[in-house]
């Protein structure tokens, strides 16, 4: 019922910076927590940032102080400035949303970040 499309992401030296964004479409009228989570090769899949519609956020600590979550209501986006990024931050990044009284989770394709010299 949710489409959700990642863009932006690409490779990057150590120190430099990517802003991620994610679209919504389809039923967007009642989404609720939006969020980023990243999966690297041989890894589980874990959570990098969520945000409420009312920008409450919330940061793995792998990443807190680099790393900005936001949205965009009017839009149906959800952002993610990366800064200072790090080898290890080299992940797939997957957009996901939830909705208001429902327990189903939407994801998108992800989107590649490589952060290599």
């Known amino acids: 019922q949710v489409q959700l499309v990642e863009s932006g992401g690409g490779l990057v030296q150590p120190g430099g910076s990517l802003r991620l964004s994610c679209a919504a479409s389809g039923s967007v009228f009642t989404i609720n927590v939006m969020g980023w989570y990243r999966q690297a090769p041989g890894k589980q899949r874990e959570v990098v940032a969520t945000i409420t519609p009312y920008s409450t956020t919330n940061y793995a600590d792998s990443v807190k102080g680099r790393f900005t979550i936001s949205r965009d209501n009017a839009k149906n986006t959800v ?39």
Do not use: F, H, I, R
């Not at 931050?89 to 989107?111: E, F, H, I, R």
């Open 79 to 117: 952002y993610l400035q990366m800064n200072s990024l790090k080898p290890e931050d080299t992940a797939v990044y997957y957009c996901n949303a939830g909705k208001y009284l429902s327990t189903v989770m939407y994801w998108g394709q992800g989107t590649q970040v490589t952060v290599s010299s």
